[in-house]
């Protein structure tokens, strides 16, 4: 039943450039948890443990979108290249569950290679003797995977009309302009004119991942959880998996 996502799982394990992405990105991500790398607050290095883990969760999650675009962007076009495409069609699979099943693969190597990235927080954490924040880390991972979740699935379906280049990029505006939009609301505020305009749009049209990934932060604290932006999170994810299933390809 599952054995296109099982295929495309298997093709993402044979790529050797995500699994040195990856490590990469974890080694930035404990060099910023251990103090190598300092991170400061106007001017003022912070080293304590509850201060530092927003910071570096949400360096993590740019991370995590950068490789959910990488691992997301051409999977279904390359199996429209290679025309095995055809032959799910021969065997009468439709394109909506073709689609699907590489998204969902793409949806779930993703997940993996941000779970390694946060795994590794909180286990640096855990050194730490923060025990409170390893009690709630599952279901903080559950918030926090949601924005790569929705990065991943709306990569997918952009992949389906547009050429790689230009899917890619459309994809890393989106996941930048989401995981940015303090900054953004506050250039707002200081320009005016055309850019105003401009900036206003990215803020209307892009999810706000910065506050999706925040509350993760907040709920690994102990502390108060605003519901609402986690459900605009969710909704982000949802309109992906829209996308995916309404897209289609004239290939088929």
């Known amino acids: 039943m599952f054995g296109i996502m099982k295929n495309a799982l298997r093709e993402r394990l044979r790529r050797k450039d995500i699994y040195i992405v990856m490590g990469v990105s974890l080694l930035l991500v404990l060099l910023c948890m251990s103090g190598t790398v300092t991170l400061s607050i106007d001017g003022i290095p912070v080293t304590d443990i509850r201060l530092l883990l927003p910071l570096v969760l949400n360096a993590a999650s740019v991370l995590g979108g950068g490789m959910a675009v990488v691992l997301s962007l051409r999977t279904i076009p390359n199996e429209y290249e290679r025309k095995t495409s055809h032959l799910v069609w021969m065997r009468g699979i439709s394109q909506r569950n073709y689609h699907g099943q590489l998204a969902l693969a793409n949806v779930i190597s993703s997940v993996a290679a941000l779970l390694v990235l946060y795994a590794g927080v ?22 926090f995977a949601c924005g790569t979740v929705g990065v991943s ?6 992949s389906l009309l547009l050429p790689g280049m230009a899917a890619g990029v459309l994809s890393v505006a989106v996941m930048l302009a989401g995981m940015m939009q303090p900054i953004l609301r506050t250039l707002s505020g200081m320009v005016s004119g055309i850019s105003r305009g401009i900036l206003r749009g990215f803020l209307v049209l892009t999810p706000d991942l910065y506050e999706v990934q925040a509350q993760a932060g907040e709920f690994l ?12 999170g969710l909704l982000f994810l949802y309109i992906g998996v829209v996308m995916v299933f309404v897209f289609r390809r004239k290939e088929a």
């Open 122 to 143: 909180m286990i640096f954490v855990g050194i730490k003797g923060e025990t409170g924040v390893l009690w709630r880390s599952l279901l903080g991972f559950l918030i």
């Open 153 to 158: 699935l709306f990569t997918s379906a952009v």
């Open 221 to 232: 604290l102990g502390k108060p959880v605003d519901v609402h932006s986690i459900l605009g």
